[in-house]
């Protein structure tokens, strides 16, 4: 249980999307909880958890302790509440979870949540899972989807998504050339194994591609098999969003363009082992091999490699396989990105940490446990860590994404950790002074260097330390002089002072009086540092026209493109173009996503323009547009945003990249 101890910690807290604080004083003033904590509550349990601090109100972005004059009743009240089944499925606090503190002379109650477990998930209100289940994104609450809701519901009775047998499909569906591979990296790795003289049939039986129900009698092929070793046709009627795809990029940009791809075309069996070991060797193809000898042998297989591999085996065997992402494995010159569907069991920083496990597919794991490849109890998200910590280069990145669709992502960056360029700017910059700062203070401070910016999610990354940790060492390192800071609260990043970096909202738009509501903007993406797209509609209302063009668009020294921030201010005959790129969508109610691309190209041709714009020139809302195409096309670096450092930011835009 954390304690707020002085106003700096709360509002300095206030940035964490973990942290919820309601006045609760009800109608009489004496304090009563809120119908609202009970989603608030649902939220936290499904995503990562948190704490709600009640008897504390927000004015105009400040937080105001309030107080709570009857704090035992609102515990009443709270534990009554949980154990009313009529109300909430499942109770997980404690006594120890609720607790009163002072502040500012006001008695305030914290109420921490815990993430439930995966055999708790999912929790949710008034005995209906399929619309009062909510998860917690950086906006607050959202319902989920019946989409989200029946994955959870089958993460929680299915300890292993891969076991499930499947009438039928027989050896017929095997594609013979992979299952005789593995056999021989079998051999390789156990050439004394006794499962090297069995039939097909029986190996599949021993490594788990064949199973027999005791209970039912029922015997067949299970996922794992089918996955594994099957036809592609076996494969698409076993699960039908299943798709892999391996991309060499030549650049280290977002947009969509290879040099070598590998995905199912026909030419090969598309199955989870052919794509294992023909990706891996493009990933490894042209690693430096340093010569090392063990045991008069010559070593081939660096940490990198180990790394490698892991990260690749890692992303096959937690894949959910009934998500609609496909697994994406990118290759370029200034990182490797690894990306499946479905979110991680186990938090990532309990993951990065090491010990605890929760394979998703766990017939899978151990078919490549049997051939050296892959790493048990909870120790292959270290060994990825340290392999890159060994080539001194910058930490991994392992995230999750719940916008859209749920995505686990892993990058690995082959930049060096500190330059000699970074080095020497520190020098200059802080002197004896950078010396005073702890490990992960420095790695702040360094990624800030070198990425331009650092924000809460970003820190978060490169430590193990709860992020409540994270949320207090930012604005710490601000109060010292090593950073500056720019936004406000979830939208906050930080910089070196001096440091030239992308232009925020707040530059751009200084001449903007603030608007009355505002837009909230999710990020990440693999191996996109552009974000994500969550926003709720608004117009912007500024102050002087000099700051149009002709057509009244808004300009900015800093933006190299003009901003359509609202239709009213566009000439009548720019407003009529525009109205014509966006006829098709207006005259069809139903558009292909190619059809809906192409409006949305020509009408973010030449300038950004704000997703309230578009929103008013499709006839579509915010939210069909966002989820269906915007977000999409920012992945593919067909669209990129105006402000990428601030990609929560209600004054974001968009233009064709």
């Not at 005073?436 to 999610?457: K, P, S």
């Not at 751009?508 to 994500?532: Q, R």
């Not at 668009?553 to 003009?562: E, G, K, Q, T, V």
């Amino acid at each position: 249980m954390f304690k707020i101890t002085d106003l700096i910690d709360l509002q300095t807290l206030s940035e964490s999307v973990e942290l919820e604080f309601k006045q609760a004083q009800g109608q009489d003033g004496q304090g009563k909880l809120p119908q609202d904590f009970w989603p608030t509550y649902c939220a936290m349990a499904n995503t990562r958890g948190g704490y709600v601090v009640l008897g504390v109100k927000e004015k105009q972005g400040q937080f105001i302790p309030v107080g709570i004059n009857n704090p035992e009743k609102i515990k009443n009240e709270l534990f009554n509440n949980l154990n009313n089944q009529n109300l909430v499925n499942v109770n997980l606090l404690t006594d120890e979870d609720v607790q009163t503190t002072y502040l500012n002379e006001k008695l305030i109650l914290v109420i921490h949540v815990p993430t439930a477990a995966r055999h708790q998930k999912l929790v949710y209100l008034k005995n209906n899972p399929l619309e009062n289940t909510y998860i917690r994104l950086h906006e607050g609450d959202r319902h989920c989807s019946h989409e989200q809701v029946k994955r959870m519901l089958a993460e929680q009775v299915e300890d292993s998504r891969d076991d499930k047998i499947f009438i039928g499909f027989d050896l017929n569906d095997i594609e013979q050339e992979s299952l005789n591979a593995y056999k021989q990296l079998l051999a390789i790795a156990k050439p004394q194994h006794p499962w090297l003289e069995l039939n097909n049939i029986d190996l599949m039986a021993k490594i788990g591609g064949w199973r027999k129900d005791r209970q039912t009698g029922v015997e067949g092929m299970t996922l794992a098999g089918i996955l594994m070793f099957g036809t592609w046709q076996a494969i698409q009627d076993a699960v039908p969003n299943y798709f892999v795809d391996y991309q060499e990029r030549p650049e280290a940009k977002t947009e969509l363009r290879w040099i070598d791809r590998l995905c199912p075309d026909g030419t090969w069996s598309g199955n989870i082992f052919d794509f294992y070991r023909r990706t891996y060797r493009k990933l490894t193809n042209d690693l430096k091999i340093p010569f090392k000898l063990k045991d008069g042998v010559r070593q081939d297989d660096t940490l990198i490699h180990v790394a490698l591999r892991e990260a690749l085996v890692n992303t096959l065997v937690h894949a959910d396989f009934t998500g609609r992402a496909s697994i994406l494995i990118v290759k370029r010159p200034d990182m490797f990105g690894f990306r499946n569907p479905g979110l991680m069991r186990i938090p990532p920083e309990i993951a990065i940490k090491g010990g605890e496990t929760d394979c998703r597919n766990r017939r899978m794991h151990q078919m490549f446990l049997n051939i050296g490849a892959g790493e048990r109890a909870g120790s292959g998200i270290p060994k990825i860590y340290s392999g890159w910590e060994s080539a001194n280069w910058r930490a991994p990145k392992l995230y999750e994404k719940t916008d859209h669709t749920e995505q686990t992502l892993l990058e690995l960056s082959t930049a060096s950790l500190i330059p000699e360029s970074v080095s020497e700017q520190l020098r200059i910059l802080f002197g004896a002074s950078f010396n005073t700062l702890d490990d992960f203070e420095r790695m702040i401070v360094t990624t800030a260097a070198i990425e331009g910016w650092i924000n809460h999610q970003r820190a978060c990354q490169l430590t193990t330390k709860h992020s409540r940790d994270v949320t207090l060492a930012l604005p710490r390192l601000e109060s010292r002089g090593f950073l500056v800071s720019s936004g406000e609260r979830k939208d906050k990043s930080y910089s070196l002072p001096g440091m030239e970096q992308p232009p925020s909202p707040e530059d751009v738009f200084s001449n903007a009086l603030s608007p009355a509501a505002g837009l909230t903007h999710n990020e990440g993406s693999l191996t996109h540092s552009m974000g994500g797209l969550t926003h709720n509609e608004e117009k912007f209302v500024y102050k002087a026209e000099k700051h149009r063009d002709p057509e009244g668009r808004y300009i900015s020294a800093l933006l190299d493109r003009p901003f359509i921030d609202q239709l009213e201010t566009l000439t009548p005959s720019f407003k009529e173009q525009l109205s014509t790129f966006a006829k098709l969508a207006n005259e069809k109610k139903r558009l292909t996503n190619d059809e809906m691309r192409d409006v949305i190209i020509k009408l973010c041709n030449d300038h950004f323009i704000a997703i309230s714009v578009l929103s008013e020139l499709t006839h579509r809302t915010s939210q069909n547009i966002r989820q269906s195409h915007l977000k999409p096309m920012v992945e593919k670096g067909e669209l990129q945003l105006a402000f990428p450092n601030k990609p929560n930011s209600p004054k974001q835009g968009y233009t064709v990249k």
